[in-house]
């Protein structure tokens, strides 16, 4: 005999299953397209050397207090405004950069001969690796000549300011920003503030 209810609730359980589904992925594929949340670069920067899988993988899937985090929750950039305007921790990180890093680094991440380019080291290192490295340094015990890149653990001027360095170097490693010099900004967030306040003790 056949039971009725088997008939009811298998389609009703797979329609159920189903709707969940594409209730899911409907979310998702609205978090990526969010305009808001978009970066608008300039294709035409040459110096920008843009790099689509990058651009993706480090896309703002969402913004707290005006700091954009990626699909994995790590902090990223967000560039609008035909790769004009620059939110405030990437334009903040573009400022510590050439305060702190640019005398071995060189200027936009480019490199030297002391020290390796940036831009393209931020292309497979990661958000944990990044901070390690900052913290700790890192020194090549094979290289002919001794390179050391300095432990920047206890120096507030670059620890404070960790994440901002990082996604402006994530930008330029994606190719969201050329060899620019930012004018235009988000505005400073409040939680920028009261964590520069925290953090620099002032
Ligand atoms: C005194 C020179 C000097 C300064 C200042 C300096 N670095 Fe370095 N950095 C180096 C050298 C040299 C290396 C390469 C070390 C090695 O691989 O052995 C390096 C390596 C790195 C690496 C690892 C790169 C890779 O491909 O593995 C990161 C990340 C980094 N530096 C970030 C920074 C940041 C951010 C700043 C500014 C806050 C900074 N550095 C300031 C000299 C410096």
């Avoid at 998702?28 to 949340?37: C, F, H, I, N, T």
């Avoid at 670059?158 to 402006?168: A, F, T």
Wanted: hydrophobic share 35%; charged share 30%.
């Amino acid at each position: 005999m056949l039971h009725l209810s088997t008939l009811i609730t298998r389609p009703v359980l797979a329609a159920l299953a189903l709707a969940t589904v594409s209730a899911v992925a409907v979310h998702a594929e609205d978090a990526k397209s969010d305009p808001a949340l978009a970066n608008s670069i300039n294709k035409d920067d040459k110096t920008s050397e843009s790099e689509p899988e990058l651009l993706k993988k480090n896309a703002a899937v969402k913004v707290e207090d005006g700091k954009y985090l990626d699909a994995e929750g790590h902090p990223t950039f967000h560039i609008t405004d035909n790769g004009k305007k620059l939110d405030w921790y990437s334009y903040s990180g573009y400022r510590r950069y050439h305060a702190e890093c640019h005398v071995c680094h060189g200027p936009d991440g480019m490199g030297s001969t002391y020290a390796p380019a940036l831009k393209d080291s931020l292309k497979h290192l990661s958000y944990e690796e990044f901070i390690g490295i900052l913290v700790g340094g890192k020194q090549d015990i094979n290289a002919a000549e001794q390179k050391v890149m300095p432990a920047f653990g206890d120096n507030k001027n670059v620890m404070c300011y960790s994440d901002d360095l990082y996604v402006y170097l994530k930008a330029r490693a994606s190719g969201a920003i050329g060899r620019v010099r930012p004018n235009e900004k988000e505005d400073k967030p409040e939680a920028a503030k009261k964590h520069e306040k925290e953090c620099m003790g002032s």
